[in-house]
């Protein structure tokens, strides 16, 4: 059975890094370049995240999700570099086409955060267990509820994608065309809505009633079957990142003040 979540297991340092160290590091890249206003907190983010990727063996996990972004990116690109309002300094031009330095800057901005947050959310999403850090959340006090909901935001995109798949294989199976040029994809995207659809709710009903069985709303004390994961290097990474924070919302006060 494939996996439904974007874990990759590659036994590096980064997958054994406790959740909770991942999510403060994810805090700490969109805070620090938000409080900050420096393009260039971002970019050292963006570097300081492609590091950690590479060192997890992930990095080529978030090609594609960069490319689906990298199209809405461009759009920004190319509509604010043109048309942004009090745009009045030439940059550059392609042919009749005039780029503006302040709609340009403003979109590379734009760019730079959107990518920054991208890749901080990667290096916790693809080297964590979905489990491992709800498991983590619960013994800390969190509600199961709570858990599952969140776990089910991390699946609910790979489940849909292997169910599309799954049924775009069997209607192929019964001589549906699927591929080909556009035309063929929008007359074949229409067929395969209603299934996948009735099959997320049947799945969402199914999950419901084995959730219950086990016994989810029971208000006895649960146990854990896995250990909890984490290092020792775990509480310093959080305070270190917590210092971070503080330290640039001080710098960021005394600014305001002075």
Excluded at 36 to 62: C, D, E
């Amino acid at each position: 059975m494939k996996s439904i979540s974007l874990y990759v297991d590659k036994g590096t340092l980064l997958n054994r890094i406790a959740p909770e160290s991942k999510i403060m590091y994810i805090i700490t890249a969109i805070t620090v370049p938000a409080l900050l206003g420096n393009r260039l907190a971002g970019a050292g983010f963006i570097v300081l995240s492609v590091l950690l990727l590479l060192s997890g063996k992930v990095l080529r996990k978030t090609i594609p999700l960069l490319s689906v972004s990298g199209f809405v990116l461009l759009t920004v690109l190319i509509i604010q570099g043109m048309f942004r309002a009090g745009n009045t300094v030439p940059l550059f031009s392609i042919g009749p086409v005039i780029f503006y330095r302040e709609g340009t800057s403003f979109a590379m901005s734009i760019v730079i955060n959107v990518i920054n947050i991208l890749l901080s959310f990667c290096v916790l999403i693809l080297t964590t267990k979905p489990s491992d850090m709800i498991e983590n959340f619960i013994r800390r006090g969190f509600s199961p509820r709570f858990g599952y909901v969140f776990i089910s935001v991390f699946q609910i995109i790979p489940q849909m994608t292997e169910t599309m798949s799954t049924i775009a294989d069997a209607q192929r199976s019964r001589g549906m065309e699927t591929e080909g040029n556009l035309w063929v994809r929008i007359k074949a995207f229409i067929p395969l809505i209603s299934p996948v659809i009735m099959s997320s709710l049947i799945n969402t009903k199914e999950r419901a009633l084995a959730l219950e069985v086990r016994g989810f709303n029971s208000k006895h004390k649960k146990t854990f079957l896995n250990d909890e994961r984490k290092t020792s290097a775990d509480p310093y990474l959080q305070i270190i990142l917590l210092i971070g924070i503080l330290a640039t919302i001080g710098w960021r006060v005394f600014v305001w003040l002075a």
